[in-house]
T-cell receptor, first 112, second 113 residues
Framework: QKEVEQNSGPLSVPEGAIASLNCTYSDRGSQSFFWYRQYSGKSPELIMF????GDKEDGRFTAQLNKASQYVSLLIRDSQPSDSATYLC????????????FGAGTRLAVHP | SAVISQKPSRDICQRGTSLTIQCQVDSQVTMMFWYRQQPGQSLTLIATANQGSEATYESGFVIDKFPISRPNLTFSTLTVSNMSPEDSSIYLCSASDSQETQYFGPGTRLLVL
């Protein structure tokens, strides 16, 4: 079992729709969860951080965390073609300050 | 957010040689890390660069192959030693000053022939 699992996609959504990206993790000791966006040929860009169960909203983005189910998700409302990128879920290694374990990433394609 | 720069941005090297990558942060940060992103894959943590002491390496990475320095709170280097084609990758440094943030540099694209 991989430590952080994501569906590789591609996830294709029409412009204006809600894109839902999912991530599961294996270590219950993980406390911090990150979503990064990576455009082709670029470095990862931090979108959101979450550490409490529930939802956290920032603009068009909502991160959801369910520690009991070991599940993290990212919702992107009103998806735009510029949101087309690979979305990386990252989880901290228990006991390691911000040592991150990354999932393989989900490729999102937003079509006009 | 911290602004991170890396040098060189890319390089082509011959096998058996070494390359040192520099990472500069525009402000003092608590933690700096080095990651590798192999073609078509996600990021893998190589090591934590500790200021004033030896780096902490993750499983599968050793100091002889990837020596790291961190002389102060804004600067770190990663050396890729005795390179082989399998070392061809993007090497990224990151900086973190709190539990809630970790920002990445632009990366160094390395091709080993």
């Amino acid at each position: 079992q991989k430590e952080v699992e994501q569906n590789s996609g591609p996830l294709s959504v029409p412009e204006g729709a809600i894109a839902s990206l999912n991530c599961t993790y294996s270590d219950r000791g993980s406390q911090s969860f990150f979503w990064y966006r990576q455009y082709s040929g670029k470095s990862p860009e931090l979108i959101m951080f979450i550490y409490s169960n529930g939802d956290k909203e920032d603009g068009r983005f909502t991160a959801q965390l369910n520690k009991a189910s070991q599940y993290v998700s990212l919702l992107i409302r009103d998806s735009q073609p510029s949101d087309s990128a690979t979305y990386l879920c990252a989880v901290n290694k228990p006991g390691g300050y911000n040592k991150l374990i990354f999932g393989a990433g989900t490729r999102l394609a937003v079509h006009p | 957010s911290a602004v991170i720069s890396q040098k060189p941005s890319r390089d082509i090297c011959q096998r058996g040689t070494s390359l040192t990558i520099q990472c500069q942060v525009d402000s003092q940060v608590t933690m700096m890390f080095w990651y590798r992103q192999q073609p078509g894959q996600s990021l893998t943590l190589i090591a934590t660069a500790n200021q004033g002491s030896e780096a902490t390496y993750e499983s599968g990475f050793v100091i002889d192959k990837f020596p790291i320095s961190r002389p102060n709170l804004t600067f770190s280097t990663l050396t890729v030693s005795n390179m082989s084609p399998e070392d061809s990758s993007i090497y990224l440094c990151s900086a973190s000053d709190s539990q809630e943030t970790q920002y990445f540099g632009p990366g160094t694209r390395l091709l080993v022939l």
